[in-house]
């Protein structure tokens, strides 16, 4: 079984920077692809970034030159460093990971932009 539990969401105006953080436990293979996902209020869930085991990534069009995503396989673990955000960016943050063939995603972390 594997178990993702994100961080570093919260409330931040325009124009600010947030860091997020996912820590996967269990049965988790090291080399599989990780990634964030987000999802606004009446919207579908849409691809944020993804980064496989090598840190190759891709980024949704939406946040491409803002966000940065990374890993570290030692700690299980991935980050997401979101900067010049803007209220577009609002929505609840998923850390996903594709383990064996089968998807694994986490509680969601609330990220707010006020204008």
């Known amino acids: 079984q594997v178990q993702l539990v994100e961080s570093g969401g919260g409330l931040v105006q325009a124009g600010g920077s947030l860091r997020l953080s996912c820590a996967a436990s269990?049965?988790?293979?090291?080399?599989?692809?990780m990634g964030w996902y987000r999802q606004a209020p009446g919207e579908q869930r849409e691809l944020v970034a993804t980064?496989?085991?090598?840190?190759?990534?891709t980024y949704g069009d939406a946040v491409k030159g803002r966000f940065a995503i990374s890993r570290d396989n030692a700690k299980k673990s991935v980050y997401l460093q979101m900067n010049s955000l803007n209220p577009e960016d609002t929505a609840v943050y998923y850390c996903?990971?594709?383990?064996?063939?089968?998807?694994?995603w986490g509680q969601g972390t609330q990220v707010t932009v006020s204008s």
């Open positions: 996903h990971s594709l383990t064996l063939g089968l998807n694994y």
């Open positions: 269990g049965s988790i293979f090291s080399g599989a692809p």
């Open positions: 980064i496989t085991a090598n840190g190759r990534t």
